[in-house]
């Protein structure tokens, strides 16, 4: 069966140029009508009209698919576009939805402000608490939707725990491993229905491309490609050709940046103090980690490459040191070769009251901190110094 979007490919070595071609154009022209017939109907391969796929798209789409153990993989012109096709794509008019608390500010705001405009009703649980995930998929859920490692806490969800309480009620499981992309942690191996990432994060890795992507096993990729081509959000050709140079590097780009992270959460972590000014560090990594066994277990791949930090003193004492970094850039992102810093209570999690960022375990001094590809002692003498630690 011919598939509309990328599917692992053998290896084998390359022929002709090295780089792959960048092809800007929108619509192919055809011999007859019975190739525009074909091509149209899908079942011949080829260009054909480029909101329905194209070269660039579906080679990066192959790289994931491999990446991920998956049958395929489909991407899209942001992160929210593909977990919005997800969303909209499997469910509908009177199914429920149960997305996790722990879940990236944009995903929850479209789950809670407009799914419930399409018939869809929306119940929210604890995803680091299976007596509340096992209230919430008893009412009959469709998808189940959650994220880990957690923005911006880095409390790991046990992925094949709640696969099992999932699939035990057949519940698809939507997995956001935005922060942790393989080869750090394959969620599909722990049980997950379909993984996304905001491919504007690791998988770009340079801050010039917004993306996304989800792979994942073809009986649920197929309508959520359908979906795609219906509302237009494919990845266009000049975004979709930047992750392919992307892919080449992604390995040894992640390999660098988690272990320039666990050595300044492990600096770091030496000079916590319950006195001030440095009050907490978390990183999957740390060996006293709330996570750590779970961590061994579902990210064999390593603790990542983000650090927080929780500071003496609230949000105004954070946005002190937050505008005391010199060398770590003050950027709402992620995952790029430069290091960046950001305060959820000003980006991610901005939407919630200071009493439900608590609830969450989000402090008002919490900084969270992606490292990328400086030397680790320059990062490292940033950061002490910007606390206070020198």
């Known amino acids: 069966m011919l598939r509309p979007y990328g599917t692992p490919r053998p290896h084998a070595a390359r022929l002709g140029p090295l780089a792959p071609d960048l092809r800007r154009a929108t619509s192919h022209a055809f011999t007859d009508a019975a190739a525009l017939r074909a091509h149209g109907a899908r079942e011949a391969h080829g260009e054909f009209y480029a909101r329905y796929g194209h070269a660039n798209a579906r080679a990066f789409e192959c790289f994931v698919a491999e990446l991920e153990g998956a049958e395929g993989a489909v991407a899209f012109a942001s992160g929210m576009a593909a977990m919005h096709a997800v969303l909209c794509g499997l469910a509908g008019a009177g199914d429920r939805l149960a997305i996790a608390r722990q879940i990236y500010g944009g995903t929850s705001n479209l789950a809670r402000r407009d799914l419930p405009r399409f018939g869809m009703?929306?119940?929210?649980?604890?995803?680091?608490?299976?007596?509340?995930?096992?209230?919430?998929?008893?009412?009959?859920?469709?998808?189940?939707?959650?994220?880990?490692?957690?923005?911006?806490?880095?409390?790991?969800?046990?992925?094949?725990?709640?696969?099992?309480?999932?699939?035990?009620?057949?519940?698809?499981?939507?997995?956001?491993g935005t922060f942790a992309p393989p080869p750090i942690q394959r969620a599909l191996d722990h049980g997950a229905d379909l993984v996304v990432h905001s491919a504007?994060?690791?998988?770009?890795?340079?801050?010039?491309?917004?993306?996304?992507?989800?792979?994942?096993?073809?009986?649920?990729?197929?309508?959520?490609?359908?979906?795609?081509?219906?509302?237009?959000?494919?990845?266009?050709?000049?975004?979709?050709?930047?992750?392919?140079?992307?892919?080449?590097?992604?390995?040894?780009?992640?390999?660098?940046?988690?272990?320039?992270?666990?050595?300044?959460?492990?600096?770091?972590?030496?000079?916590?103090?319950?006195?001030?000014?440095?009050?907490?560090?978390?990183?999957?990594?740390?060996?006293?980690?709330?996570?750590?066994?779970?961590?061994?277990?579902?990210?064999?791949?390593?603790?990542?490459?983000?650090?927080?930090?929780?500071?003496?003193?609230?949000?105004?004492?954070?946005?002190?040191?937050?505008?005391?970094?010199?060398?770590?850039?003050?950027?709402?992102?992620?995952?790029?070769?430069?290091?960046?810093?950001?305060?959820?209570?000003?980006?991610?999690?901005?939407?919630?009251s200071a009493a439900e960022r608590r609830a969450l375990g989000i402090g008002e001094g919490m900084i969270r901190l992606s490292i990328g590809l400086e030397p680790v002692e320059r990062l490292l003498d940033d950061v002490m110094r910007a606390i206070g630690l020198e």
Do not use: Y
């Open 121 to 176: 009703e929306v119940v929210d649980f604890d995803a680091l608490d299976p007596a509340s995930l096992a209230a919430a998929l008893a009412g009959g859920v469709r998808l189940c939707v959650v994220e880990t490692p957690v923005n911006p806490t880095l409390r790991l969800v046990d992925l094949a725990r709640t696969a099992a309480a999932c699939h035990e009620r057949d519940v698809t499981l939507v997995v956001d």
């Open 200 to 352: 504007t994060k690791f998988l770009g890795g340079h801050s010039d491309v917004l993306a996304g992507v989800v792979a994942g096993r073809h009986e649920h990729l197929t309508a959520i490609e359908a979906f795609r081509a219906r509302t237009g959000a494919v990845l266009a050709p000049d975004p979709a050709w930047l992750l392919g140079r992307s892919a080449e590097t992604h390995s040894l780009r992640v390999a660098a940046q988690q272990s320039a992270a666990l050595t300044i959460a492990q600096a770091l972590r030496a000079r916590v103090d319950p006195r001030g000014p440095l009050l907490a560090v978390s990183h999957p990594g740390l060996a006293d980690h709330v996570d750590a066994p779970l961590r061994l277990r579902q990210m064999p791949g390593g603790g990542g490459a983000l650090v927080t930090i929780e500071v003496d003193g609230g949000l105004p004492a954070a946005m002190q040191v937050f505008d005391r970094f010199a060398c770590i850039a003050r950027a709402p992102s992620l995952g790029g070769v430069e290091s960046n810093a950001s305060l959820p209570a000003h980006t991610t999690h901005a939407a919630l």
